[in-house]
């Protein structure tokens, strides 16, 4: 995930998802329609918030407030429940809209459990981008114009021509991108390595070029808040340990005047496990409609499983924390366990999170799964937390970390909870 690729191919993955020209062009054409029709991207409804919220409008439910300068954020921010201490600010310049990007304009993208906004100064639309529990990532844009019922627009085969990016190696399928490059101030790629996808297995110091950071984190490094310029003119001051962005760029336009660490980590870690649950989904999906055997099944759940318990997870130095509020608003969503717990609470001193189980195991997404995969998954989960399986990939979960994990989810996860009886009730028998 982390190595290069030429600069040309990532000059098109630097943002979290780019917006192309609209066309029409029938589902065919795209190489994962024909690999995995029974998915049927183009055509099925999507059941994925921005979809739920856009009924809800056209049936006057609910409503979106438009204001001067950002138009509709807010107002959809608020609408998807999305927190504005998410903010992050990318000023990487490869959406279709590269022309308002720069350094002194960056994009901001909120995000949610399973919605993404990303708006830009001077933009006539916002991006939308939204994971449903059956199609994968859904990705729309909404015009920036006073309306009494705003439309959401979807698009299929212009967004799929970046975010279906595992056609590159075979079978495609949709997925959100994220990654770190060395950026100019124009937002353009300023080196001939170009950028590198990223996840919380990529060590901090090769994160986040092309973004800025505000956040405290001691004597470890990153890339960002680096622009890119000329020998001749001077380097930024700092570049890490900021408090707020006010040094670096005018903030007055956005929501907040940061671009919080935490939301970056956490992020990071997000997107890698809801493109993994994507895959699984589509895949067991193209078995399943024919004859699938269970060790096919078995084997496809294994990159998510070790992903959701945090293999090879880099590891951190030292303590960080944010400066948005972020990290609050994102461990009150709970769920909590009896005992006060949740897989929301962060570490942050020495790992992303406290309890080493992805809070992503009570996503639609994750609900959405085939039952053949999801309780495979299951399955796979148990015997790493039961010790049954000891094997090396795993020797980062001590055994507190193992049991109070499944403690946590036998708590808080009812269908893992009554699987996990299941298979107690067999074995006794």
Known sequence: MNSHVPAFAWALLTAMWVLWPCARVEAQELRYAREYPVMRYASQDPTDRVARLQRMIADGQ???SFEAGR??????LASLDVPASSQMLVFS??????GLISADRPRAIYFADDVYVAWLQGSDVLEIAALDANLGPVFYTLRQEPSDKPN????????LRCHDTYGLTGGGVPRFLIGSGPTDAQG????????ALTTDQTPLSRRWGGWYVTGAHGDQHHAGNIVVRPTEDPAPAATGNLSDLSGLLDTDPYLTGHSDIVALMVVEH??????????????SHKLLAGQAEPSQIAALVEPLVAA?????????SGPISGTSGFRADFESRGPIDGDGRSLRQLDLTRRLFKYPMSYLVYSEAFDGLPTEAKEQVFRRVWE???????????????????????????????????????????AGR
């Open 62 to 64: 609910a409503r979106l």
């Open 71 to 76: 138009g509709y954020l807010a107002s959809l």
């Open 93 to 98: 310049g490869t959406s279709i809209q590269k």
């Open 152 to 159: 959401f627009q979807r698009h299929t085969v212009s967004c």
């Open 188 to 195: 353009k790629t300023a080196s001939h390595e170009g950028w």
């Open 270 to 283: 997000q997107l890698h496990v809801q493109n993994l649950l994507t895959r699984l989904n589509w895949e």
């Open 308 to 316: 959701m318990l945090f293999v090879n997870e880099a590891k951190l």
């Open 384 to 426: 790493v937390l039961e010790g049954v399986d000891r094997s090396e990939q795993f020797d980062h979960l001590s055994v507190n970390d193992r049991t109070t994990v499944l403690e946590i989810l036998r708590d808080t996860k009812a269908d893992f909870a009554s699987w996990v009886a299941v298979r107690v009730a067999q």
